[in-house]
Structures are given as C-alpha cells and as structure tokens.
C-alpha cells in the first residue's frame, strides 16, 4: 500500500475510531449504566413485591383464622344468650318457688304460735285444776 493510502486509511480510522469513542461516550456507556441502574432498581422491586406477596399470604391467613375465631365467639355469645335467658326463667321459677314456699313457712309460724299458746292455756288450766285438786285434798283430810 502506498503512504498516502496508509494515510487516508489511518485518518478514516482515527474517525471512525472519534465516532465510536463519541457513539460509546454519548450512547452506549449512558445506555449502559441506566440499564444497569434500572436492573437494580428492578431486582429491589422484585424483592419488595416478593416481600408484599409472603406479607400478603401471611395476612390473608390471619384474616381467616380472625374470621373463624369470630364465628366460633359469635356462636358461643348465642349458646350463652340462651343460657342467660334459660337461667332468667329458672331464676323466676325459683323466685316464684321461695315465694310460696316462704308464705307456708309464715302460716306454719303462726299455726305453731297458735298451737303454743293453746297448749299454755291448756296447762294453765291443768294447773289451775291442780290447783284446785290439792285445795280439795286439803279439805277432805
């Protein structure tokens, strides 16, 4: 090859070799560092998504089992409501039974106070007959 031909050669060379410099400065190196940026911030979101996926799955069986310890609490409030309203009318029945059962012990109270004091009366007069007996022995002696 001739000198001018190496010359023109060495020159496309050195422009070509200015553009690539200007293409990969400008372009390429640019392109390069955002791609790799935005892979990171993709791996992070990834991450994160992962994060709110296993929080999600864990949240969603809290929800179910809060949601079965409700309908268990709700079914033992309405077992205890109808315990409650079962003891009411027990209560009521029992109140109604001490009631009566209170009135006889009062009728029992005064019918024994009756039955006391006629016995008192009654040995009243046995004394007095006594009484009267021993005044008749005396006489009759």
Do not use: C, H, K, W
Not at 14 to 29: A, N, Y
Not at 61 to 79: C, F, G, M, P, V
Not at 92 to 98: F, I, Y
Request: glycine share 4%.
């Amino acid at each position: 090859m001739s000198d001018e031909r190496l010359g023109r050669l060495e020159r496309v060379v050195e422009q070509l070799s200015g553009t690539i410099d200007v293409l990969v400065s400008e372009f390429i190196r640019p392109a390069t560092q955002q791609a790799f940026a935005n892979y990171e911030r993709l791996e992070r979101l990834e991450s994160a998504l992962e994060t709110l996926v296993a929080q999600s799955l864990v949240n969603a069986e809290q929800i179910e089992a809060n949601q079965q310890q409700i309908a268990s609490n709700t079914a033992q409030i309405e077992a205890n409501q109808r315990q409650i309203a079962s003891n009411t009318e027990s209560i009521t029945r029992l109140e109604a039974t001490v009631n009566d059962q209170s009135q006889q012990i009062q009728v029992l109270i005064e019918e024994g106070r009756a039955d006391r004091q006629t016995q008192r009366e009654a040995l009243a007069a046995i004394l007095s007959i006594g009484g009267r007996v021993d005044v008749l022995e005396q006489r009759a002696s």
